[in-house]
């Protein structure tokens, strides 16, 4: 049985220039060990799906306005009480936020932050926490963990710092990580170093980990299903194999297009024209066929597309969008 199971999940925000709908109808699952991905564009709604099951939506403006998040088959989290969510966040579900820097407190030393867990949920002594936040930081790397682990975030550089933001996710060994573009603003080595800590703490603790992303390379080698956004939406789903070798939606086929490393060396990189649809405007049909540049037959201009499963572990949703050339992009351009 899933670990996590979310059903017609709406997120919208409510402005002054109209709603937004940032999540609108997204529904997926997660089991135990697995790791899914989630990615799509900037403002595609991935951070915004997992910050709703976290209850970290501010409202107002943000408000859910429908759907379900059953974690372990009883807890609904989206219609839980906030005294319930303090018990479940940072205990049964954890996160590692995009940017470290703003996420730890500057004011705080490292020792204080990481024990905060410990002592609101396993209610340990400040002593015990301790030796639990050192023996964390030696297990994501980072070395003179006894000492290390009293400054403050300042005094490490950024791939510490994510480094001691995963210790901080996990020291409580929670049964689902969500992992926000834990890779953001950090070199290619040290990426792979982050991802491989990720990996090695999901398998001691039998983790469930959601994988935010807007890298394809990095959800090729991390995850076991994927699920790709466009405009709030979910357009297409499945394994890796489905994704990468049988891409069945004009957006997914875009975005592997987009991938620099499959370019040939010389030849202009193949880039997705126009920009995503205005989500403050109520979308009609298929949000990717309003792109400037992209062609369309019309037949979902009125109507929403729905979701047709391919095979038994993949789900894609119509779309009549017929992909511009190379050439056709440079011309848009």
Known sequence: ??????????????????????????????????????????????????YSLMGLIPQPPGRIESGQAILDGKIDLLNSSEKVLRKIRGRRVSMIFQEPMTSLNPYLRVSTQLIEALRMHEKLGRKEALSRAIKSLEEVGITEASTRVHFYPHEFSGGM???????????????ILIADEPTTALDVTVQAQILEL??????????????????????????????????????????????????????????QRSIPSLGSKGKALYTIPGLPPDLSRPIPGDAFALRQGIKSGGKWANTPPPMRQVSETHWVRESDVILPSLEEVLDVR
Do not use: W
């Open 198 to 255: 990720i990996r090695e703490r999901q398998k001691a603790n039998n983790s469930a980990v959601i994988l935010i992303t807007h890298d394809l390379g990095v959800v090729a080698g991390m995850c076991d299903r994927i699920n790709v956004m466009y405009a709030g939406k979910i357009v297409e789903s499945g394994t890796a194999d489905d994704i990468f070798k049988n891409a069945q939606h004009p957006y997914t086929i875009a975005l």
């Open 161 to 175: 710092r994510q480094r001691v933001m995963i210790a901080m996710s996990m020291i409580t060994h929670p049964e």
């Open 1 to 50: 049985m899933a670990i996590l199971e979310v059903k017609d999940l709406k997120t919208y925000f409510h402005t002054r220039n109209g709603t937004v709908r940032a999540v609108d109808g997204v529904s997926f699952s997660v089991e135990r060990g697995e790791t899914l991905g989630i990615v799509g564009e900037s403002g595609s709604g991935k951070s915004v799906s997992c």
